[in-house]
């Protein structure tokens, strides 16, 4: 048996006076996250009928990759960049792979 992967889904909805600003802040994060040895993939889609609104789809390689990956500067300054530009706090689900 492998080690598990994790798989996060993370949806954020942007004050849209900031959208902009978040969205050249996520793609500066992103390429970033992609060079980590654990993540797999990182995907950063905006909602077509919503704009306003983020979803990131990521895979690491396995829990320990996970939490490396949340302890990194560039994820702490994104999220802390986020603060007072979402509308509400972001939904995190974890996925399981069938």
């Known amino acids: 048996m492998g080690t598990k992967k994790v798989i996060t889904n993370v ?3 942007i004050n849209a006076a900031f959208i ?3 969205l050249l802040q996520a793609k500066s994060t992103r390429e970033q996250i992609l ?3 654990g993540c797999e993939t990182f ?3 905006r909602k077509i009928q919503e704009p306003n609104t ?3 789809l990521a895979i690491y390689q396995s829990e ?3 939490n490396w990956h949340n302890q990194q500067t560039y994820v702490k300054d994104f999220f802390a960049f986020l ?3 979402l509308k509400g706090t ?3 689900e974890f996925l399981q792979e069938i």
Do not use: F, G, H, S
């Open 64 to 66: 320990q990759a996970y």
């Open 20 to 22: 902009e600003q978040v």
């Open 83 to 85: 603060k007072d530009r």
């Open 35 to 37: 060079q980590e040895e």
């Open 90 to 92: 972001p939904v995190v």
């Open 11 to 13: 949806t954020m909805v």
């Open 43 to 45: 995907i950063l889609n």
């Open 54 to 56: 983020l979803v990131l």
